[in-house]
Structures are given as C-alpha cells and as structure tokens.
C-alpha cells in the first residue's frame, strides 16, 4: 500500500512517509535559468568525471554537485526510471533547486559557466535546454569495451542482482548501441560538437575547444598525467569481450560514426 501511495505522491512533491530525508521534488521553484551553462551529453562510464574536472581545472567552470551531476540534488531525478524517456520530470522544481545551489556558489565565489552532465539528461536534453537562457552542448562517447567494463567496476551490477553476469555484459552492450544512437541523433539533429573519450586522453584541451572556451597557458600538470595514464585494465574476461564484440558488431555504422571497432578477442 505505502509504495502505491508513494507512487501517486511523487508527482506532487509529497511524500507517505513523515522521516523521508526530503521532498521527491524540491519546494522551491522556478521555470528558468539565466545563468550560462555547459552540458556534456554523456552516457555513464564514460570517464567524463575526469573530463569535467579538467575543464573546471582549465577554465572559470563550476558544477551544481562534485560529480558534476546536478540530477544528485533532487531526489525525483536519482529514481530507477530516470532513463525512461516519459519519465515525469518537475521541470521548475529541479530549476529551483539549481538556481539555490549556483547563488549558494555565487556568494563565495562567482563562475562564469557551470558545467552539468548528468547521464540521463540524454533522454530528455531538448527539453531541458528550453528552460535555459544561454548554454552551449558537447557530446562524448567512450568504446564498448572500456565503457562497459567501467560501469561492471562502479554501478552497473547491483541493479542487475541475480541476472547472470554473462546476461549483464550482453544487455549492457545493447545499451551501448542504444545511448550511442541517442548521441549521434542529438549531433546530426542539432550539430553539437563531439569528444570522444578516447580522443580527450590524447588532446585533454579538445573539450575546451569543443566548448568554445579560450586555451589558456600550456597543459597542466592534470592534463599530462590524462594524456601519459595508461590504458584501462579490463576486468571482462574473454568471452565476455566476445560477447561485447558480437553484439555491437549489429550496429557497424554506428562504431564507424564513432570511430571505433568491434574489438573480438583471439581465440
């Protein structure tokens, strides 16, 4: 009964339970933002963390959260139907809650842009992007493989409890070539430029330029150590490289477009 009840007081903002830690979508409100904004249009695992770290290294750049998701401020964007496109989204309430954080920010010190890349923003960036005044979009994809292997290590495998891991890398590779489709549409649709992470690791300033934002003084320190780190050590076994490399294989214009290959191990 609680979780029926649950369901139908989302929308709302309300909640069934008096000790929930906050309102699903926030109290305070708002239809639009002013303030300059750069979004990267990514799916998760795709190293982007480090990418916007450089960027906010690099340039006069903040994030709404750390991790440079600002989806982790609203409780009614973190549900596990956040990738469902029909997906019931308070558009002011998240607006507000943004707002709050950038004049929280700004008291202590001002940003000329922030910076948000929140994965599932990918199913509904259209949208979103009409509630703000000025911003500009990049969009960044990562290879099969290593984006794979990345969400097994972090958070791909709880939400697939019981389901065999061999299931587990075969769906996920499906999802690649999904979200991969989603990426290219939004480049072809609306020309946002692309950086792959592959080529952020050898160009770590492409993302700036990608942006618009001016390269300032030589490389930091940060951006070599992107450029020299050494590849990702894969914790896919063999046949699950195979199984990666099979699938994707279904969807060879779409590696073409990306520059990338079906990687299938030697026997």
Same mark, same amino acid.
């Given at each position: 009964?609680?979780?029926?009840?649950?369901?139908?007081?989302?929308?709302?903002?309300?909640?069934?339970?008096?000790?929930?830690?906050?309102?699903?979508?926030?109290?305070?409100?708002?239809?639009?933002?002013?303030?300059?904004?750069?979004?990267?249009?990514?799916?998760?695992?795709?190293?982007?963390?480090?990418?916007?770290?450089?960027?906010?290294?690099?340039?006069?750049?903040? =994030?709404?959260?750390?991790?440079?998701?600002?989806?982790?401020?609203?409780?009614?964007?973190?549900?596990?139907?956040?990738?469902?496109?029909?997906?019931?989204?308070?558009?002011?309430?998240?607006?507000?809650?943004?707002?709050?954080?950038?004049?929280?920010?700004?008291?202590?010190? =001002?940003?000329?842009?922030?910076?948000?890349?929140?994965?599932?923003?990918?199913?509904?960036?259209?949208?979103?992007?009409?509630?703000?005044?000025?911003?500009?979009?990049?969009?960044?994809?990562?290879?099969?493989?290593?984006?794979?292997?990345?969400?097994?290590?972090?958070?791909?495998?709880?939400?697939?409890?019981?389901?065999?891991?061999?299931?587990?890398?075969?769906?996920?590779?499906?999802?690649?070539?999904?979200?991969?489709?989603?990426?290219?549409?939004?480049?072809?649709?609306?020309?946002?430029?692309?950086?792959?992470?592959?080529?952020?690791?050898?160009?770590?300033?492409?993302?700036?330029?990608?942006? =618009?934002?001016?390269? =300032?003084?030589?490389?930091?320190?940060?951006?070599?150590?992107?450029?020299?780190?050494?590849?990702?050590?894969?914790?896919?076994?063999?046949?699950?490289?195979?199984?990666?490399?099979?699938?994707?294989?279904?969807?060879?214009?779409?590696?073409?477009?990306?520059?990338?290959?079906?990687?299938?191990?030697?026997?």
């Amino acid at each position: 009964m609680k979780t029926a009840v649950d369901r139908l007081l989302k929308p709302l903002g309300l909640q069934a339970r008096p000790d929930d830690p906050g309102p699903y979508w926030p109290r305070r409100r708002t239809d639009r933002i002013h303030h300059p904004f750069l979004f990267l249009l990514t799916p998760p695992g795709a190293g982007t963390t480090a990418i916007a770290r450089h960027v906010a290294d690099r340039a006069d750049v903040g =994030g709404l959260h750390s991790s440079f998701e600002g989806q982790r401020l609203v409780r009614g964007l973190m549900d596990a139907d956040q990738w469902l496109d029909r997906k019931f989204v308070d558009y002011e309430a998240v607006l507000g809650a943004w707002n709050a954080r950038i004049a929280e920010a700004e008291r202590s010190r =001002g940003r000329a842009f922030f910076l948000e890349k929140s994965p599932p923003n990918l199913v509904r960036y259209e949208t979103l992007f009409g509630h703000f005044s000025d911003y500009r979009v990049a969009v960044c994809n990562r290879a099969p493989l290593t984006n794979i292997d990345a969400q097994l290590k972090r958070y791909a495998l709880p939400a697939y409890r019981g389901v065999p891991r061999d299931r587990v890398v075969r769906d996920l590779a499906r999802t690649w070539i999904w979200r991969s489709g989603l990426l290219r549409t939004a480049i072809e649709r609306h020309g946002y430029p692309l950086v792959t992470y592959e080529r952020f690791r050898r160009d770590p300033d492409a993302i700036l330029s990608a942006f =618009g934002l001016e390269v =300032g003084p030589p490389a930091s320190a940060a951006a070599e150590e992107h450029r020299s780190a050494s590849s990702q050590v894969l914790m896919l076994s063999t046949g699950e490289r195979r199984i990666v490399a099979e699938t994707v294989a279904e969807a060879p214009d779409l590696l073409a477009f990306f520059g990338y290959e079906a990687e299938c191990p030697a026997d």
